[in-house]
């Protein structure tokens, strides 16, 4: 007997009742716990439908860093909690937000029903080309994120620079320029110090073993990046490390340089190759790992930056 059905179809519905739990959940600290398990288990339903590249992506973003954000973000909520007047929705506004929630998931699922048998695809001429002289890459999502679609993935670099600006932004005017407030307790345990001092080594290893692998294998840029941003931010919650000034040059270098690179590269190609974004074929594989080398820098700082939150008066610990 084939267990694999039973266990596909366990798997879809602990998903479902852990998302379930996450939404009913009172206490925010079980709610978020329940999300970030929720986004581990997401990532072994990745790894089932056979696309490890977002399982990794799914893993170090929904169920490492965004968690960790969370947890901070529920942490400052619990400071203001008094200025706040908790005051509950009313039946007939929550039985129409349930409403519009079952039928936008019956429209998906009729939708994803009414496919044919063979969907169309253009898997096999993208792994095709991903192979041929104008990418060279071995892995068909690198390929097609660096050269069919790349200047939207600039751009969604560009979306989360201007986030961290963003997030900078609500400071206090007088607190601009320092560094964020510390985060993660002011005596951290014996366990945490251990896994600062641990993790982030052989984290830092496997986040650019990743990265320089994408090219060919299942990983990149972008998952590298996440892995080192959530062992810098292991460090940071261990106090083994401080946030930086928001001012440091270096830091503003670092966030900018991916974008900055990828962007430089594009106007090049409209002189070399005949379009914007294009490369020319014998160096098309040596400029997207030199582009991913930068974009690996920039989001592995801009996470943490997010996380760390603005600038905090001086004194603030």
Same mark, same amino acid.
């Not at 999300?35 to 990745?46: E, R, T």
């Not at 706040?84 to 007939?92: G, I, T």
């Given at each position: 007997?084939?267990?694999?059905?039973?266990?596909?179809?366990?798997?879809?519905?602990?998903?479902?009742?852990?998302?379930?739990?996450?939404? $009913? =959940?009172?206490?925010?600290? +079980?709610?978020?716990?329940?999300?970030?398990?929720?986004?581990?288990?997401?990532?072994?339903?990745?790894?089932?439908?056979?696309?490890?590249?977002?399982?990794?992506? %799914?893993?170090?973003?929904?169920?490492?860093?965004?968690?960790?954000?969370?947890?901070?973000?529920?942490?400052?909520?619990?400071?203001?909690?008094? /200025?706040?007047?908790?005051?509950? @929705?009313?039946?007939?506004?929550?039985?129409?937000?349930?409403?519009? +929630?079952?039928?936008?998931?019956?429209?998906?699922?009729?939708?994803?029903?009414?496919?044919?048998? *063979?969907?169309?695809?253009? *898997?096999?001429?993208? =792994?095709?080309?991903?192979?041929?002289?104008?990418?060279?890459?071995?892995? @068909?999502?690198?390929?097609?994120?660096?050269?069919?679609?790349?200047?939207?993935?600039?751009?969604?670099?560009?979306?989360?620079?201007?986030?961290?600006?963003?997030?900078?932004?609500?400071?206090?005017? %007088?607190?601009?320029?320092?560094? &964020?407030?510390?985060?993660?307790?002011?005596?951290?345990?014996?366990?945490?110090?251990?896994?600062?001092?641990?993790? &982030?080594?052989?984290?830092?290893?496997?986040?650019?073993?990743?990265?320089?692998?994408?090219?060919? %294998?299942?990983?990149?840029?972008?998952?590298?990046?996440?892995?080192?941003?959530?062992?810098?931010?292991?460090?940071?919650?261990?106090?083994?490390?401080?946030?930086?000034?928001?001012?440091?040059?270096?830091?503003?270098?670092?966030?900018?340089?991916?974008?900055?690179?990828?962007? =430089? $590269?594009?106007?090049?190609?409209?002189?070399?190759?005949?379009?914007?974004? *294009?490369? @020319?074929?014998?160096? =098309?594989?040596?400029?997207?790992?030199? $582009? %991913?080398?930068?974009?690996?820098?920039? $989001?592995?700082?801009?996470?943490? /930056?997010?996380?760390?939150?603005?600038?905090?008066?001086?004194?603030?610990?």
């Amino acid at each position: 007997m084939n267990v694999q059905p039973f266990l596909d179809i366990s798997l879809a519905a602990l998903v479902i009742g852990v998302a379930l739990f996450t939404i $009913i =959940a009172k206490d925010e600290f +079980s709610a978020v716990v329940a999300y970030v398990a929720y986004g581990i288990f997401l990532a072994i339903v990745w790894v089932r439908l056979y696309a490890p590249d977002v399982a990794l992506t %799914e893993a170090a973003v929904g169920g490492g860093v965004t968690g960790v954000l969370l947890v901070m973000a529920g942490k400052r909520l619990d400071v203001s909690a008094t /200025m706040v007047v908790a005051k509950k @929705p009313s039946v007939a506004f929550s039985a129409f937000v349930a409403a519009c +929630s079952i039928l936008l998931a019956g429209s998906l699922a009729a939708v994803i029903l009414s496919l044919p048998d *063979a969907a169309p695809s253009l *898997a096999p001429q993208a =792994a095709a080309a991903a192979q041929g002289p104008g990418a060279g890459l071995g892995n @068909p999502i690198t390929a097609v994120l660096m050269s069919y679609r790349s200047f939207d993935t600039m751009l969604e670099k560009v979306v989360l620079i201007l986030a961290v600006v963003g997030v900078w932004s609500v400071g206090a005017d %007088e607190a601009w320029g320092a560094a &964020p407030a510390p985060f993660g307790p002011a005596t951290p345990s014996d366990a945490l110090l251990f896994l600062a001092k641990t993790l &982030p080594p052989i984290g830092g290893l496997i986040g650019v073993h990743i990265f320089w692998t994408g090219a060919d %294998e299942p990983g990149g840029a972008f998952q590298g990046g996440a892995l080192l941003a959530a062992m810098w931010m292991v460090a940071m919650m261990a106090r083994l490390a401080d946030p930086p000034p928001i001012n440091s040059r270096w830091l503003r270098l670092a966030l900018i340089s991916g974008p900055a690179v990828f962007l =430089a $590269i594009g106007v090049a190609g409209a002189m070399l190759a005949g379009h914007f974004f *294009a490369y @020319p074929s014998a160096l =098309a594989k040596p400029l997207i790992l030199f $582009i %991913e080398t930068f974009m690996l820098l920039s $989001i592995a700082v801009a996470l943490p /930056m997010l996380v760390a939150g603005p600038a905090a008066r001086k004194g603030v610990r």
